[in-house]
């Protein structure tokens, strides 16, 4: 198992956690820890007997309360070309075939926000805060902000965030269709462990395409969209698992799926 200094990495069965793991300053992401995030998530993506991806926050406070705002004075927009894990770890948990949940407890602020959001599944406390507050120290939101909460709360309520630095509780999060769940905290891991449950249920391969299709409405036109799930939807004949499928529902059992 590799070893990291800013996050703990595990893999318990088919699942791989990824906890995010500076509390003492609210799993605010720094540089190493983004490097760090890449290196699992890559891991994960590429480990056949990984499934399911969960990230969530060390302690109780935060799940990331963002950028470490202790390293923007230092910065120039060309370190940005040079750190080349900087905001990749965003666009990896999107692309990677395989579901994954954050597990959000306490503050996902800015980058903690985006990280979340970049997920397939949020299932946050109730003491959770969503928010960008990335104008508070100049800036705007560098990991997805703007492009992805106008798609899930609408352009109106992601601009007065954006512009305002506001922030909302687990449970206007959930009203503006923003996260899935919202659970008591102590009561977090278990629901995420049932989620798993669910999941692990289906078929790996069906899932990515699934996630590739939903992925897709979201970057192009509805007519486009709609080539590309045909197209996806015809692959999934070519699959084991969907004749597996197939054959398991009209004999009452479960299905046994090898995920090809």
Known sequence: MMEFKTIIYEKKENVAWITLNRPEVLNAQNNQMREELVQALEDAR?????????ITGAGDRAFSAGADISEFPKLAPSDFIKRVGRLRHYDLIRSIPKPVI???NGYALGGGCELAMACDIIIASENATFGQPEIRVGVIPGGGGTQLLPRLVGEKIAKEMIFTGKTITAQEAYRLGMINKVVPKEKLI????VLI???LKRSPIILALAKIAINRAMETNLNEGLKSETDLFELCFSTEDQKEASKA???????VFKGR
């Open 46 to 54: 590429d480990d056949e007997n990984i499934r399911i991806i969960v």
């Open 102 to 104: 954050a597990a959000v």
């Open 249 to 255: 529902f009209l004999e009452k059992r479960q299905p």
């Open 197 to 199: 449950g669910e999941l």
């Open 190 to 193: 278990e629901e995420v462990n």
